[in-house]
């Protein structure tokens, strides 16, 4: 009788087992989806596991796992079987899947050992003798930045440094790429993030190949100048320039970052209020910018060449005006410095032209996984940047969005007035800029913890003010001036970019037009995503299942708590949060940070919108030159804090009575063993192994910046 129950029990679950199969095979094979996308996302996939896991017997375990999920698949349906359990279509995508998932963590596994470069030891003072890389304008900071290949005088090993030079320290030194220059600065190694959910600058300088940053100190000494043939980066700088001559104030900024990239000029005020707004993406070149470009020269070229009856009746004339608008597209990518968004979207409006004159559909999914792909391979590492996720997203969703069975409906040729044609135009623009807001607001809250809720209004205004005006006219003020009468387009640039700053302006200066959240876990990152995907890349009515955990995505995103204290890896920033007699919750601070990065990290991620408020000042604390008191309650008690405010030093028992009344314990010094708080002890030692704290008293659950990292290169290096 055992015998007989064992059996049945195996019958029933292989059968549960061949009716899932056969189910998954049927949705497959009805779906008429198209594969290349998916193969794109999973190839991501891979990328952001190899990120997410910790240590390199995980990254082992992960890759084993994808090919041997296409392993299995092929054993159990292999490639040429026939009849009913074949599940061809369900074998394809498993091996598929494993094999571009593992071929993801293969790549990025792979490109870290190649380029990641070991930090600097520690700080210091250092007389660097070095080839200058890079030189980057920042006039608004009041500085240049330059990259130098240096070597290091005890191993004889290059390295690469990032140093930012004051412009009173240059001089008349004609500083350019290819120059050898002499200057003594304090250097720092990559910092690590400051808090959990911070900006990781020691990530993407491991992926750059950036071993310190630093500042110049002294004069700079120029050994060797630069070849005067000069490159791309000196024709960039003089047309940024030229423009600004050309266009004063802060649109002259702007025009010199649509026409060179350069966006060194723009005023703080500026930048704060194009991101509020939702219109930062106007000033990094992208699809838009490039897409501008390769349009004009195409339709420019096709009537020129349409006025010449000959050459019409004997040429193909859009295959010669798409090499003009690709030679335009390629020429500006690498005039504005050819970053990755750029060259992202500058391969993508090749495919196009392609897709044109191959009389094939020009806008398509396939297309965007092509040129996802192409930047995933060569640049594995943008992957987990909110540069290539935010124009992923948004040319996916306009593509899904405006290839959808509604959104074809509504645009379908009528009868009709003009103004109504144009009304549904306008009302289709509209939508589509709210449905790209919506596909960016989970990245952009994950990655700046904050969102412009009315950037689907701005950006209906602006998007066609750029592309259609602000963008022909700089570029005709640009071919007028070789024979000198660009003074009118300058003119005209400058009021349609003053428009834009107004626009921008009084869009982020509205009440509520900001919402900071502090840092959102990576499952409701991970439903948002699943959702959004599986909404823009499925068809029919099976896209709708993406809406389920979309919305327990939104629910979660809600609920995120928010940090009670909040502790930087050096133990000097510490923040509070709590709520006032007015009901409004308050972020306060230990110290009275004369750094703008801490200060706005700490609010960011606490989601408080108003400066912060020294503790010393706050009712309730109490502060001595050495020590501050603070009692939270949380959780049905009251937790008692103790935070260090200066390295004086302390009298042992004395300090070891405080401590242990405390709960928690903070100091940016290494405290003594007879410190011995109830709960937590986040002294200098315990913070050089976890790096920032976010600590939360409710469910006494502490978020660190090490759990984040775990072994990866970057990460070892910094301790």
Known sequence: MSSTRTGGNGSGGKGLGSAVAARAERFLAEAGFDRAPWLTVIFMAGILAWFALPTPLAWLAALAGGAGLALAAWRIWPAGSAGEDAHVHLGQALIAAGLVFAAGIAVIWARSEM???????????????????????????????????????????????????????????????????????????????????????ARAAWFQGLAATGSAIGPVEVVRPAATSGGTASVQRALANHVRGRVEGSAGAIAAAFASGDRGSISTADEIAMRDSGLTHLLSISGLHV???????????????????????????????????????????????????????????????????????????????????????????????????????????????????????FLAARDEPWWAHGLRRAAMLFATGMVIELALMPIVLFHFHRAGLYGAVANVVAIPLVTFVSMPLIALGLAFDLVGAGAPFWWATERSLDLLLWIAH???????????????GMGAVALFAGGGLWLALWSGRARLWGFAPVALASVLVLLTPVPDVLVAGDGKQVGITIAGADGERHLLSLRDSRSSYARDNLIELAGVKADPVPLAEWEGARCS???????????????????????????????????????????????????????????????????????????????????????????QAAE
């Open 115 to 201: 380029v990641g470069t070991p930090p600097l030891a520690q700080p210091g003072m250092a007389l660097l003798h070095g080839h200058v890389l890079e030189r980057e304008d920042q006039p608004a900071e009041g500085r240049i930045r330059l990259t130098l290949a240096v070597r290091d005088a005890a191993s004889s090993s290059a390295y690469k440094v990032r140093i930012n030079v004051p412009l009173d320290k240059l001089g008349n030194a004609p500083i350019a790429e290819g120059a050898v220059v002499r200057l003594r600065a304090r250097l720092m190694p990559p910092a690590a993030p400051m808090l959990p959910g911070s900006y990781n600058f």
């Open 625 to 715: 030159t050495s020590f501050c008191t603070l009692v939270l309650e949380r959780g049905g008690r009251d937790w008692v804090i103790l935070m260090a405010r200066t390295r004086d030093r302390i009298e042992e028992r004395s300090l070891a009575a405080a401590c242990g009344k405390a709960d928690i314990v903070i100091a940016d010094r290494s405290l003594p063993r007879l410190c011995r708080p109830r709960w937590l002890k986040a002294d200098r030692r315990m913070l050089y192994q976890t790096g920032g704290l976010a600590i939360h008293l409710a469910d006494q659950r502490i978020e660190t910046v090490a759990q984040r990292e775990g072994r990866h290169g970057w990460w």
């Open 506 to 520: 009084v869009t982020a200066s509205q009440p509520g037009a900001v919402r900071l959240m502090p840092q959102i």
């Open 291 to 409: 897409s501008a470009v390769i349009a004009a020269a195409y339709f420019v070229v096709m009537r020129l060449l349409a006025l010449w009856p000959a050459l019409t009746l004997r040429v193909r004339l859009p295959i010669v005006a798409a090499s003009a608008g690709a030679m335009a597209g390629i020429g500006y990518t690498l005039l504005t410095g050819a970053e990755v968004p750029t060259v992202r979207s500058c391969v993508g409006a090749m495919l196009v032209l392609g897709a044109l004159v191959l009389g094939r559909d020009a806008l398509s999914l396939r297309m965007l996984a092509v040129a996802g792909g192409f930047v995933l391979v060569l640049w594995p590492e943008s992957a987990i940047g909110p540069s290539f996720q935010m124009s992923f997203a948004a040319v996916l969703s306009i593509i899904a969005f405006s290839t959808s069975a509604p959104a074809c409906a």
